[in-house]
């Protein structure tokens, strides 16, 4: 009913001129609504087509890439090292977000507005900063641990298992604390402008309420932002200083290289590289639109509409199903054991290349972990 209303009155020759998003929004609902949004018509239906299948797109690629990421470190024994529990933790975090964020989503699109209660918009929204959260931090730990092996080397701790549960539990409890806020009165969670998603309330005028975006926006972007710069900027600079002085080194030996068929491959510092900026750059693409719609509302510097906010808010789901890529097919062992567990979804060979092993048994001591390392 609702839907052939909205139809049948954009077909019309005045639109939806008459009509606001609060005309949708049902009466359980309203007063979750920030006044702010009163000014603004009802989206075209068709962009509710589009946005619902697009998050139903992501969130089915998101689903069965997390599955399979956590079935296979389950299922693999030479998978479960404590850095690995790492990325299961990031595959877990991203899988539970893609399964509550996506499906009531379409839903919503399918009938225009939050159709789940005042209860599940809280739910919603907790769930959803809860599991980005824990995602973001995963990525973070997975770098500080990719620094402690490559920079630091031998001088660090080593990582057990016990301590890579230390830093998971330490990941939930504190993505906990920060969701659970808005239920104690700092913020709140609320329908989003294009009503089909809820989070917190960025366009609320009380100070008090934009102190815990700009807070939580410290904590969970610009703060594991930096250490995933600071990591990545020197494991590759380790891994380039460890080339430099094995050219030295075969360079004094007279002979070409004391890797193998080196001018075939690419070198471990290029690989490195290319993880490094591929994780920045998803991170930078998937959660800064999120974000500057965030402070836009915070200090209404620029008018935000309903499209914008759904539009950002997907970019950040959306970011659930490439993890799953860069932190599980970059990692050689899992490529091996996903051709043989899943033979037909490899289309290329997966045997891991010599790329590192050294003619000499002293450097292959020190750069053999370099590339399992750098993809973990």
């Excluded at 399918?110 to 900063?129: A, D, H, K, Q, R």
């Excluded at 998603?197 to 904590?219: E, M, Q, R």
């Excluded at 075969?250 to 001018?263: D, F, G, T, Y």
């Amino acid at each position: 009913m609702m839907n052939h209303l909205s139809h049948a009155s954009w077909n019309s020759p005045g639109g939806f001129n008459n009509f606001t998003v609060m005309d949708k929004v049902p009466p359980d609902m309203v007063h979750l609504v920030d006044a702010y949004w009163y000014q603004f018509p009802p989206m075209n239906p068709l962009w509710h087509g589009i946005l619902g299948l697009t998050i139903g797109f992501f969130g089915v690629i998101s689903i069965i890439g997390n599955g399979m990421v956590l079935y296979i470190f389950a299922t693999t024994k030479s998978l479960k090292t404590p850095s690995n529990l790492l990325v299961v933790n990031l595959a877990f975090s991203d899988f539970c977000q893609s399964i509550t964020q996506s499906v009531p989503m379409v839903v919503n699109c399918y009938y225009e507005t939050w159709v789940w209660g005042p209860l599940f918009c809280n739910i919603y929204g907790m769930t959803g900063s809860e599991f980005g959260c824990v995602s973001i931090w995963s990525m973070a730990c997975i770098s500080m641990d990719r620094y402690k092996v490559i920079v630091t080397g031998l001088k660090g701790k080593p990582f057990t298992k016990k301590t890579a549960a230390l830093w998971i539990l330490g990941i939930w409890a504190m993505a906990t604390i920060w969701t659970l806020a808005p239920f104690f009165g700092w913020n709140r969670y609320v329908p989003e402008g294009n009503l089909s998603s809820c989070g917190i309330d960025f366009v609320n005028k009380d100070w008090f309420h934009k102190s815990y975006v700009l807070v939580y926006a410290s904590f969970v972007y610009f703060t594991p932002l930096f250490i995933i710069i600071y990591c990545y900027f020197f494991i590759v600079q380790a891994v380039a200083a460890h080339e430099k002085s094995m050219k030295e080194q075969a360079k004094k030996m007279n002979v070409a290289s004391l890797r193998s068929s080196e001018a075939q491959q690419t070198s471990a510092e290029c690989k490195l590289a290319k993880i490094a900026l591929m994780t920045i750059s998803l991170w930078f693409c998937a959660w800064t639109p999120y974000l500057i719609i965030n402070f836009s509302g915070v200090f209404g510097s620029t008018k935000i509409t309903p499209l914008s906010t759904i539009w950002s808010s997907l970019f950040a789901k959306a970011n659930t199903c490439c993890n799953s890529i860069v932190y599980g097919l970059s990692h050689p062992k899992y490529r091996q054991a996903l051709e043989k567990k899943f033979p037909r979804l490899v289309c290329a060979d997966v045997k891991p290349k010599d790329d590192v092993a050294s003619t000499t048994s002293g450097v292959t001591a020190v750069a053999d972990p370099v590339p399992d390392s750098a993809a973990a």
